[in-house]
């Protein structure tokens, strides 16, 4: 008998899964501008402020702190009250708490608001992608995961625009663009009642009725006809059944599938360190780790190190702009090739062109090569990171794909406080071809991890 699960996956793609791809992407475009603008932020404070190197780099880490708890959370909330719910309320955390970082009245202040904004960060970056991978069509899921984390460069380029056009204006310039990032406080009501909740996560908690008509939506926008019954977990319970999904009729196998699809979460969770996923879990920690050091290392740091070399606010926040804009292609890219050269090798390719962009930007010493080679950066490593969200949801059955997916972000974010952290120790002890020389070492270690990933082209969700 065809599952609810099978049904999606065999459908085409609709208007449904444009709608539920195009919220979240803006979600997750609108995290990005908050993560990007913290870069422009702390380039201006250090002229306002006249804050010390290792001050900013504690403005820059903090968040990080944050997101790495928050993804962790995040993740482990998303298996056990449903993903839509935490994706909106990390909206409205972080939304909130970024307006209130705008009235910061000193970096203590900052830091601690900042600190809240990543605990709402973290917790919805890997919601939103186990979100979408799991009503994604089979046949294109990497490509629609990939579209997803396109969003990112959207909203980076909106922290780029930000950044350029409102900073500068005077003092209080990134005080008006932190206020900016109170809008995703409200796009938290548009996710809260527009998106619907995964239909695994419905079945596994025992509501079959709500993840029954969710799946009929979803065929109804693709003109495809429903089964004569209800399929998947609880099959035997029609839409008129009780709250135990049991009619006369089909009292005993109802009762004994509402038994399984109402076990507890933790029971029937498979550990990500088990036998059988361990050696997946540990390489996709490597990945998120390597790609977290070297990412955020850079672009959190490059408007200051643009400053620092002799460029003022304006020329490095121009320049900032034009490499961010390369963000676009490498996602376009990565999103065509995932189904053609599949997730493994698309990941694997993508983080070896950041090595080389990353070793090449390093050894930048003109205003032309340094684009060049910012650009070339831009492209890969966004391009990995869409390739790194799509495979992430596909390693881990229904049970512990958000708690699976969350650890991993989770340890990545370990890198990404120690990153901005490691960078004026890096500069004292040489320059920017010792930074830039760091962080293509990580890219390599993360190709290597990735190349040991199993390949899940065209592979369905498990969803035990």
Same mark, same amino acid.
């Given at each position: 008998?065809?599952?609810?699960?099978?049904?999606?996956?065999?459908?085409?793609?609709?208007? @449904?899964?444009?709608?539920?791809?195009?919220?979240?992407?803006?979600?997750?475009?609108?995290?990005?501008?908050?993560?990007?603008? &913290?870069?422009?932020?702390? !380039?201006?404070?250090?002229?306002?402020?006249?804050? #010390?190197?290792?001050?900013?780099?504690?403005?820059?880490?903090?968040?990080?702190?944050?997101?790495?708890?928050?993804?962790?959370?995040?993740?482990?909330? !998303?298996?056990?009250?449903?993903?839509?719910?935490?994706?909106?309320?990390?909206?409205?955390?972080?939304?909130?708490?970024?307006?209130?970082?705008?009235?910061?009245? %000193?970096?203590?202040? *900052?830091?601690?608001?900042?600190?809240?904004?990543?605990? %709402?960060?973290?917790?919805?970056?890997?919601? /939103?992608?186990?979100?979408?991978?799991?009503?994604?069509?089979?046949?294109?899921? %990497?490509?629609?995961?990939?579209?997803?984390? $396109?969003?990112?460069?959207?909203?980076?380029?909106?922290?780029?625009?930000? +950044?350029?056009?409102?900073?500068?204006?005077?003092?209080?310039?990134?005080?008006?663009?932190?206020?900016?990032?109170?809008?995703?406080?409200?796009?938290?009501?548009?996710?809260?009642?527009?998106?619907?909740?995964?239909?695994?996560?419905?079945?596994?908690?025992?509501?079959?009725?709500?993840?029954?008509?969710?799946?009929?939506?979803?065929?109804?926008?693709?003109?495809?006809?429903?089964?004569?019954?209800? #399929?998947?977990?609880?099959?035997?319970?029609?839409?008129?059944?009780?709250?135990?999904?049991?009619?006369?009729?089909?009292?005993?196998?109802? #009762?004994? =599938?509402?038994?399984?699809?109402?076990?507890?979460?933790?029971?029937?969770?498979? #550990?990500?360190?088990? !036998?059988?996923?361990? @050696?997946?879990?540990?390489?996709?920690?490597?990945?998120?780790?390597? &790609?977290?050091?070297?990412?955020?290392?850079?672009?959190?740091?490059?408007? =200051?190190?643009?400053?620092?070399?002799?460029?003022?606010?304006? @020329?490095?926040?121009?320049?900032?702009?034009?490499?961010?804009?390369?963000? *676009?292609?490498?996602?376009?890219?990565?999103?065509?090739?995932?189904?053609?050269?599949?997730?493994?090798?698309?990941?694997?390719?993508?983080?070896?062109?950041?090595?080389?962009?990353?070793?090449?930007?390093?050894?930048?010493?003109?205003?032309?090569?340094?684009?060049? /080679?910012?650009?070339?950066?831009?492209?890969?490593?966004?391009?990995?990171?869409?390739?790194?969200?799509?495979?992430?949801?596909?390693?881990?059955?229904?049970?512990?794909?958000? =708690?699976?997916? +969350?650890? /991993?972000?989770?340890? $990545?974010?370990?890198?990404?406080?120690?990153?901005?952290?490691?960078?004026?120790?890096?500069?004292?002890?040489?320059?920017?071809?010792?930074?830039?020389?760091?962080?293509? /070492?990580?890219?390599?270690?993360?190709?290597?991890?990735?190349?040991?990933?199993?390949?899940? @082209?065209?592979?369905?969700?498990?969803?035990?």
């Amino acid at each position: 008998m065809t599952t609810r699960t099978e049904r999606l996956d065999g459908l085409p793609f609709t208007r @449904k899964h444009r709608k539920l791809l195009l919220g979240s992407g803006v979600g997750w475009a609108l995290d990005a501008m908050d993560v990007g603008l &913290i870069s422009f932020v702390m !380039a201006a404070l250090a002229v306002h402020w006249s804050l #010390s190197p290792t001050e900013l780099s504690w403005v820059g880490s903090i968040g990080f702190v944050g997101m790495a708890i928050g993804a962790a959370l995040g993740g482990l909330l !998303a298996d056990k009250i449903g993903r839509r719910q935490v994706f909106a309320v990390t909206l409205l955390v972080y939304g909130l708490a970024t307006g209130a970082a705008a009235l910061s009245t %000193g970096i203590a202040m *900052l830091i601690v608001l900042r600190f809240i904004v990543g605990l %709402g960060l973290g917790a919805e970056l890997p919601v /939103a992608s186990t979100l979408v991978s799991e009503f994604a069509p089979r046949r294109i899921r %990497g490509r629609v995961v990939v579209i997803l984390e $396109g969003f990112w460069a959207v909203g980076w380029i909106m922290a780029a625009l930000i +950044g350029y056009f409102v900073v500068p204006v005077g003092d209080d310039g990134w005080r008006w663009a932190l206020a900016i990032g109170i809008i995703p406080a409200a796009y938290a009501l548009v996710v809260r009642f527009g998106l619907p909740e995964s239909v695994r996560y419905l079945e596994s908690t025992g509501r079959v009725d709500e993840a029954e008509r969710i799946v009929r939506d979803y065929e109804a926008s693709a003109g495809v006809e429903p089964p004569a019954a209800p #399929s998947g977990p609880s099959a035997s319970a029609p839409a008129h059944a009780g709250a135990d999904g049991a009619t006369p009729s089909h009292a005993g196998a109802a #009762s004994a =599938s509402a038994g399984a699809a109402l076990a507890s979460p933790a029971e029937s969770a498979e #550990s990500i360190w088990s !036998a059988r996923l361990r @050696k997946r879990t540990a390489a996709l920690w490597v990945v998120w780790f390597g &790609i977290n050091f070297s990412y955020y290392g850079a672009f959190i740091w490059l408007p =200051s190190l643009l400053v620092s070399q002799g460029f003022d606010l304006v @020329k490095s926040f121009g320049y900032t702009l034009i490499i961010t804009l390369a963000q *676009l292609p490498g996602y376009a890219v990565a999103a065509w090739l995932i189904e053609i050269w599949g997730r493994r090798v698309t990941l694997a390719v993508f983080l070896t062109g950041s090595a080389v962009a990353a070793g090449l930007f390093g050894l930048a010493d003109s205003p032309a090569t340094i684009i060049a /080679a910012g650009m070339a950066l831009s492209f890969f490593n966004l391009g990995a990171w869409g390739a790194l969200y799509a495979i992430g949801p596909e390693l881990y059955p229904t049970s512990t794909r958000g =708690s699976g997916t +969350g650890a /991993a972000a989770a340890f $990545g974010r370990i890198a990404s406080i120690i990153a901005p952290l490691l960078v004026p120790l890096l500069l004292d002890l040489g320059d920017t071809v010792m930074v830039f020389g760091v962080f293509a /070492a990580a890219f390599v270690v993360a190709a290597l991890a990735a190349f040991t990933l199993p390949e899940r @082209k065209g592979v369905a969700l498990e969803d035990t």
